[in-house]
């Protein structure tokens, strides 16, 4: 059958060649373009008919060889799928068999025939393109993506697993490249990493494992959603960079912490106090610490009251007669001493006043008018020098520079011999005399009175001023011995040298009442007798003469005199201080005092003398008290226990309107 | 004389580690099928054995694919002398293959596995053949020449497979027991139309193992469309 046919095609082409020649030539030779399959179960040819033929007068015809035969077939269909094809359905295909296929064009004139085309339909499937595109957006804020999904091609069937597809896709932004992607035999894609806001086109295609691709499925137009501009990148920046900068500030602020601290905090200020030494305290020397602290070349001591250590010395005396305190070697003193007192008679004619020590010493301090001066100066500066006043503190009294002044060679010693002392008595011992009192505790004396009990003229007192100040304290030396009236204070000068000497051995101890500080018996007394008792007297200095002697003047009228009792009142007047003619300035006192207040004033005063007695020195030969004032005026013979005033007032001192000084330290001679 | 038995060391070592270590590039470790009892082999349902096999057919025919493409564009330049030989007769020619969709949906799954099984016993000796062939050719690339050899083994693992399709099959009572005498080729086509495998030349080889894994892949995919269909099918 196929040999027939290709012989009837022989002859008809050599017709046609032979008819050609006569204006009518064959058709030209078609070609076949192309045999597809859709669906691996049919297939369709196309030809194209030769540029050469007429397309009105062609016929065109298709004819085919299976394989392993020899049967030729002809298209069965030239329809279906349009001009120029032919189209197998599903019965005329077989598949893994080969298909030799040939076209033959025919005219009027002849026939023409294409070279043939041999195919195996397993090979030849190009699906259709895939259906239903569809592009979803998906994602949170995070991040958005696209979902691409499909379908297969509709004549594919991959349901019975004839046809295996992979599939395609691309995806194009507006002005770049497409980007294809291969998405295998699954029917969906995501596509990642979108530009906010972009616009995309999206395709798909596929193909059967051994096959031909599809065409391209229809653009699919999707917008990628605008992204928020603070990511969770943006944060994790942000967090970045603020810890950075908090590691900076506490950095910084580590560094300057202290000037921050300063700044935020200022520092309490604590107490300084400059010399402080918090050590030493600790250390529990106070002493030290204190030192530190402490000025140095200010005395240690507060500053004593003054009052306190002023000491009134009462010069009794038995009449009108001045007073002249004088150097014993001044002849002047001589002249005018009364009773002719010889000036170097050491002894003290006093009945005893000059009984204490400490009246002995404020004689041989008297004995100089330097002496005087000094006591005055002392007195007026409050050094507590002053005579017979027994300020607590030996220190002080070792300070004193009048007795180291008073310490002076040999020749004070034996001008306070030759000297006559108008004292008559230089030292009242009182039994309220502070001065022991002092002594024994130590205490700021008050003003050491001494009060002489007789006066008929001041009773020359030489102390030594050379042996008793040395080492003596003023509080040594105002031991008064108690006065006794019978007793006479006044020694002889070898006693009074002894004791002076003794006086000079005694301890500086102040506290020790046994001392034997030069007591006012060991101060040259006058020579003369031993006067009765007398009530002190007060004098009252007048005028200082050129000589630097203060004139005094007793006072007998100013108050009564008394038995037993104070001839009068005791006016003190404190000593203001010294002029430029070397003459005291003495201070006004305005209180006045009733003799019984003077009178008790004495009597709740301490014998300081008594006391003395009593708390005798070792070895010191007892003194003889003299005799003891009874109504020494209390208020002279008081002594101020620490009172700072000098005019000395436990209770009410009566004081004479005019202020009077207590002669016996007016009366003490200037050098 | 160290330094020689130093070599001769090194070489049996890594002798043996290449031994140990060489793993065919293009060979499909298939996991071991185990037997019902054995505990410490993992049991494949039949859809992942169904899975292996397709896999190893596509593999397979891509790799038959190349070897006639590759074969086609070296010695037979010109096509005309392919394709002008219409009657191309392959030895398996013999065995009855449904030729469409509508032919293998009409055989029965059992028919269908016996009809893999011929076609994939068919081809265990021609392929050896070949690769014997090919190896003496110089002109041949070695690459196709492995390629032949991979082949081999190839439808060696393939048929194993399928037949381990089988006889899961056969237990989950999809089919009955399959015909025995599968294995010898010689009985599958008839005698007088039989051709002869060494006949043939290489080309022609090439061309029928291409179809025939063609033929191998779309029945097995058939198979398990019918028999276990899922998400693919």
């Known amino acids: ?671 | 004389m160290q330094k020689n038995k130093k070599d001769e060391w090194s070489f049996a070592w890594l002798g043996a580690l290449c031994l140990v270590l060489r793993t065919p590039t293009d060979t499909v470790r298939a996991a071991p099928i185990c037997d019902n009892g054995q505990a410490s082999c993992q049991v494949l349902s039949l859809a992942d054995l169904f899975d292996r096999v397709i896999q190893h057919s596509s593999r397979m025919h891509g790799m038959s694919n190349d070897l006639h493409s590759q074969f086609e564009q070296y010695f037979l330049p010109s096509r005309n002398h392919i394709s002008n030989r219409v009657n191309r007769n392959c030895h398996t020619s013999g065995i009855l293959t449904p030729n469409g969709k509508e032919n293998a949906q009409r055989l029965a799954v059992k028919e269908l596995t016996e009809v893999i099984l011929k076609l994939l016993w068919a081809w265990r000796d021609p392929l050896w053949h070949f690769h014997q062939s090919m190896a003496h050719h110089d002109d041949f690339n070695s690459f196709s020449s492995n390629k032949a050899l991979v082949m081999g083994d190839l439808v060696h693992e393939l048929r194993t497979g399928v037949e381990k399709v089988a006889e899961k099959m056969q237990n989950l009572g999809i089919i009955s027991n399959l015909v025995n005498g599968l294995r010898s080729p010689e009985q599958l086509l008839p005698s007088p139309v039989r051709p002869q495998w060494s006949l043939m030349n290489d080309y022609d080889l090439l061309f029928c193992l291409r179809r025939d894994s063609n033929k191998v892949q779309s029945y097995l995919k058939i198979l398990k469309c019918r028999i276990v269909p899922e998400n693919d099918c």
């Open chain 1, 1 to 671: 059958m196929g040999r027939a046919v290709g012989t009837a095609l022989l002859f008809l082409t050599l017709l046609n060649t032979a008819t050609s020649e006569t204006d009518y030539s064959p058709p030209g030779r078609p070609k076949l373009t192309s045999c597809l399959s859709r669906d691996k179960e049919t297939f369709t040819c196309w030809w194209a008919p030769s540029d050469r033929d007429d397309a009105l007068q062609t016929t065109y015809a298709l004819y085919y060889l299976k394989e392993s035969s020899d049967v030729v077939y002809t298209c069965p269909d030239y329809r279906t799928a349009g001009a120029n094809s032919c189209y197998f359905n599903k019965n005329n295909t077989s598949i893994w068999v080969n298909y030799n296929i040939t076209v033959a064009a025919t005219n009027a004139h002849g026939s023409n025939f294409s070279e043939p085309v041999v195919v195996d339909v397993a090979y030849i499937v190009q699906p259709h393109t895939p259906e239903n595109l569809t592009v979803v957006v998906l994602g949170d804020k995070d991040g958005t993506f696209f979902r691409v999904s499909w379908e297969s091609p509709r004549k594919a069937d991959t349901r019975s697993g004839w046809i295996t597809l992979i599939y395609e896709l691309r995806a194009k932004l507006d002005g770049a490249d497409w980007e294809e992607h291969f998405a295998g035999q699954q029917k969906m894609f995501n596509i990642f990493s979108l530009r906010s806001g972009g616009t995309y086109r999206i395709q798909v295609r596929c193909k059967p494992i051994h096959g031909f691709w599809s065409e391209w499925s229809p653009t699919v137009n999707v917008t990628a959603p605008y992204a928020l501009p603070l990511g969770s990148s943006m944060w994790i920046l942000i967090a970045f960079f603020s810890a950075l900068i908090f590691l900076l500030l506490t950095w910084i602020l580590n560094v300057k912490s202290h000037s921050v601290k300063h700044c935020l905090f200022p520092p309490v200020p604590g107490p300084k106090i400059r010399g402080f030494d918090k050590q030493l305290l600790k250390n529990g020397r106070s002493e030290e610490l204190f030192n530190a602290l402490g000025v140095p070349g200010l005395p240690p001591m507060t500053h004593p009251n003054y009052e306190d250590l002023l000491v009134y010395l009462e010069v009794s005396g038995r009449d009108e007669s001045e007073l002249l305190l004088a150097d014993a070697n001044d002849p002047t003193i001589a002249a005018t001493t009364e009773g002719g007192k010889s000036p170097n008679s050491p002894s003290d004619s006093d009945s005893g006043h000059g009984s204490c020590d400490s009246h002995t010493l404020l004689m041989e301090k008297c004995g100089e008018g330097e002496e005087v001066k000094e006591e005055q100066e002392e007195e007026q500066q409050g050094d507590g020098v002053a005579v017979g006043r027994s300020y607590g503190g030996k220190q002080r009294w070792e300070r004193r520079g009048s007795w180291e002044r008073n310490q002076k060679g040999d020749d004070d010693q034996e001008m306070t011999e030759g000297r006559v002392k108008t004292w008559p008595c230089v030292f009242a011992p009182l039994e309220e005399y502070a001065g022991s009192k002092a002594l024994d505790h130590g205490s700021t004396l008050g003003t050491a009175r001494l009060l002489c009990s007789s006066v008929h003229s001041i009773p020359l007192l030489l102390p030594t001023p050379a042996t008793s100040p040395s080492g003596l304290h003023a509080l040594e030396q105002l031991h008064w011995q108690p006065y006794s009236r019978s007793e006479s204070t006044i020694q002889s000068p070898e006693h009074k040298h002894r004791r002076q000497q003794g006086g000079g051995k005694t301890t500086t101890t102040t506290t020790t009442t046994a001392t034997t500080a030069t007591k006012l018996t060991d101060v040259a007394w006058p020579a003369q007798p031993r006067s009765p008792f007398r009530a002190t007297e007060y004098v009252e200095v007048q005028r200082v003469n050129q000589e630097n002697m203060m004139v005094l003047r007793p006072l007998s009228s100013a108050q009564g005199q008394r038995e037993g009792a104070p001839q009068g009142e005791v006016d003190y007047s404190r000593v203001k201080g010294l002029n430029s003619g070397d003459g005291l300035l003495l201070q006004r006192a305005v209180d006045a005092e009733t003799q019984e207040e003077v009178e008790e004033g004495q009597e709740e005063e301490e014998y300081p003398c008594d006391i003395q007695e009593k708390n005798s020195l070792l070895g010191d030969e007892r003194y003889t008290a003299p005799p003891a004032v009874p109504g020494q005026m209390t208020g002279a013979g008081k002594l101020s226990m620490g009172l700072p005033t000098a005019v000395s007032l436990q209770g009410d001192t009566i004081l004479a309107a005019n202020g009077y000084v207590d002669t016996a330290v007016a009366m003490m001679p200037t050098h």
